[in-house]
């Protein structure tokens, strides 16, 4: 069949989905937590819908070179989450996650116990799930995926500008907690104050346990503003005297 822009943005919806999927047993298997990963609302990771639909249109003309497949896959999906991770960072002021603490990591973005599996799963995309998923495509009336591909797209949209404007939020109040004197555990102290928010604020610190919300700058501002203090208080001494 031919597979058109409507059918695209459906493979990214069931492909999120299907990542959320993954990223929450994996924390129930590791961490025995249920969690609702993602820094989206709904039950999906728009990192796993790009790196399948990249896999899908670029990556399926090499399904005769299962190895090939597999290396290619490895590369692209390793690139597409540094690059996510460092322009999150950026963007947002906080590190969605981290493996400075697995072996063979790169800055903490990447780590080779991750990148593995995105050769497996590419393979599984290309060789059995996106097969199927197209041939239920064919089977069902083009006017159902039609309304499916625009009550999703209204939903996704939704979400998108809730979760950002929850993010800019605690942008603000990421710059606020790093104003006050504080030289303890600061990040579990933003973790504190998020999770006295509204629910979303407390999925959001749930879905990434380990973000590091600037964490660096802060002590740094810490630090700047005791030495200044300090200075001042010297020169003060100096004048009485």
């Known amino acids: 069949m031919a597979v058109t822009l409507r059918d695209y943005f459906l493979l990214f919806i069931i492909y999120s989905f299907i990542g959320w999927v993954i990223e929450v047993i994996y924390i129930l298997i590791t ?28 990556l399926s003309k090499y399904s005769n070179y299962p190895i090939g497949l597999f290396v290619l896959a490895i590369v692209a999906c390793s690139i597409l989450e540094y690059a996510t991770s460092y322009i999150m960072e950026k ?20 780590c080779l116990e991750t990148m593995i599996p995105f050769g497996i799963i590419a393979c599984l995309v290309v060789y059995i ?8 495509f064919s089977d069902l009336p083009s006017v159902l995926l039609s309304v499916l591909a625009i009550v999703f797209a209204f939903i996704f949209i939704s979400d998108l500008i809730t979760s950002f404007n ?11 907690v790093s104003m006050e004197d504080r030289t303890g555990d600061i990040n579990k102290y933003i973790k504190r104050t998020l999770l006295k928010k509204s629910f979303f604020y407390r999925r959001l610190i749930n879905a990434f346990p380990k973000s590091k919300a600037n964490i660096i700058n802060i002590k740094n501002k810490i630090k700047n503003k005791r030495q200044t203090k300090k200075s001042k208080d010297n020169k003060n001494k100096i004048k009485k005297d």
């Open 166 to 176: 929850i993010i800019n939020n605690f942008k603000k109040t990421v710059k606020v």
């Open 91 to 110: 963007a947002f002021k906080a590190r969605w996650w981290d493996y400075t603490n697995n072996k063979f990591n790169i800055n903490g973005r990447i």
């Open 31 to 58: 961490k025995k937590s249920l969690t609702n990963r993602g820094f989206l609302v709904g039950p999906y990771c728009p990192i796993y819908g790009v790196g399948a639909l990249f896999i899908v249109i670029f």
């Open 129 to 136: 799930i996106n097969p199927f998923i197209l041939k239920v």
